[in-house]
């Protein structure tokens, strides 16, 4: 690995820190470097504090040091305010001659400005270094400027023959054929996510919660469809407790924490749902209910990942689960019991 590649992975790894406490924020990481050591390192820990550079030069003891420094990061320096100042107006104050780019910034607030703005006050700039391993980084970050809808993961567990549930009806609990590992790995993704949907079936036979109960993090905004407003405030997902959001036919006021958005449900309800979160901001969705609601995303072919658990038992019989077809881009066991593969479309 080449110098300038090697800090700025470490720039990646600084960015991994802000998992799930950035957004709408992207993941950034960033170092000082002079004379091949490393001066600090600083990430964006969450929305509304310090950005990355600020971070990383704030913990500069010695100031005069980076006269003669490069400064790494993972996503191009901004050039607008917002909740905090341009960190490229930082960068320039602070004297620092070279600024290393892993990718530019999608968002049209900077797209290029921040870069823009460095060259104007002298300041080399070199783009592109970990170019793709950057992009993955902030997938969601970039799928929703890309692509105008937030970033899509598809969840669900299935026996090793390939149903997903039982065909028993009045269950008095949720049919559980993951382990307690695998369910606790399902925390851990909510709490990396501004929002998880599930359909009306699974919240009439499940009563989930959808929080982050098994896992440190915040919870989720807590997503379903309910066509005919059939759920009754008895349910854990309308208990006012959490931001949750209903998308109906029928009209009805806001609640407490809850947001009634009426839409159609003849027509493009997935694409009418996604452009709806997108325009509340909202980077990511994963979609962990039901198999009609599965399968409704993978038939728009709208999905940027699903993340499936084999399960060492044989239902028999029951209800199948979906077939998505994709590139596997990991297989492994979380436990003997479990196997979790993930994928990305063709």
Not at 222 to 247: A, C, E, H, N, Q
Not at 301 to 320: A, P, T, V
Request: charged residues 25%.
């Amino acid at each position: 690995m080449k110098h300038k590649e090697i800090f700025m992975y470490r720039a990646i790894q600084l960015a991994k820190n802000g998992l799930g406490f950035t957004s709408p924020n992207p993941m950034v990481g960033c170092l000082i470097e002079r004379n091949g050591l490393i001066l600090s390192e600083g990430w964006h820990y969450k929305v509304g504090m310090d950005h990355a550079e600020v971070n990383a030069i704030n913990r500069v003891e010695n100031l005069s040091l980076l006269i003669d420094s490069t400064l790494y990061v993972t996503l191009e320096p901004c050039a607008h305010f917002g909740n905090t100042p341009p960190c490229v107006d930082l960068i320039i104050k602070s004297k620092i001659p070279r600024v290393v780019i892993g990718i530019k910034d999608p968002c049209n607030k900077v797209n290029g400005l921040g870069i823009q703005k460095l060259r104007e006050n002298g300041i080399e700039v070199i783009e592109n270094v970990l170019k793709d391993q950057c992009r993955i980084l902030n997938k969601r970050f970039f799928t929703f400027y890309k692509k105008k809808r937030p970033y899509v993961i598809l969840k669900w567990a299935q026996s090793n023959d390939g149903f997903m549930d039982s065909l028993k009806v009045n269950k008095k609990k949720p049919s559980w054929i993951s382990g307690i590992y695998s369910r606790q790995l399902s925390h851990k993704w909510r709490s990396e996510e501004d929002s998880i949907l599930v359909g009306r079936k699974t919240v009439f036979n499940d009563n989930p919660k959808l929080d982050v109960r098994e896992w440190f993090g915040y919870d989720p905004i807590r997503i379903f469809m309910d066509r005919k407003l059939s759920i009754s405030t008895s349910y854990f997902i309308l208990d006012g407790t959490k931001k949750t959001i209903v998308f109906t036919e029928k009209k009805k006021e806001n609640q407490k924490n809850t947001e009634f958005v009426q839409i159609s449900f003849d027509k493009d309800i997935i694409k009418n749902i996604l452009n709806y979160l997108y325009k509340k901001n909202i980077l990511s969705l994963i979609v962990e209910g039901g198999k009609i609601t599965l399968e409704s995303f993978i038939k728009e072919n709208i999905w940027d990942e699903s993340r499936i658990f084999i399960c060492n038992l044989f239902m028999q019989n029951g209800l199948m689960a979906p077939v998505i077809d994709g590139i596997v881009i990991k297989n492994m066991y979380i436990e003997e019991k479990d196997r979790l593969i993930i994928k990305i479309p063709f």
